[in-house]
């Protein structure tokens, strides 16, 4: 399952998935631009980043300290199944 997490004033998305048996929370990040999409994977809570295409590295900068900067209520949003869930307590 992948839940919404941000829309950046950019309009690049970040969506994340549950939380993983082995702990992992998938971070996919993508942004439509006029040939396609840019996008990266972060894997959380070890801040593994993969399949980084189109972002330059001054956007990635951004997208690094976006998602550390946010990573805590990720996680616990990935726990709970996605904010609206988490937001029903």
């Not at 690049?12 to 939380?19: A, G, K």
């Not at 006029?34 to 593994?48: K, M, Q, V």
């Not at 900068?61 to 976006?66: S, T």
């Not at 209520?73 to 869930?85: R, V």
């Amino acid at each position: 399952m992948v839940y919404p997490y941000a829309t950046l004033s950019d309009e690049t998305e970040v969506v994340h998935s549950e939380m993983k048996p082995d702990g992992r929370v998938k971070v996919y990040i993508e942004k439509s631009v006029y040939n396609g999409f840019h996008h990266a994977t972060c894997y959380l809570p070890d801040y593994t980043w993969e399949g980084i295409v189109g972002f330059s590295d001054t956007e990635m900068a951004y997208l690094k300290e976006f998602v550390e900067n946010n990573a805590h209520l990720i996680i616990e949003f990935a726990k709970a199944g996605g904010f609206e869930n988490a937001s029903n307590f």
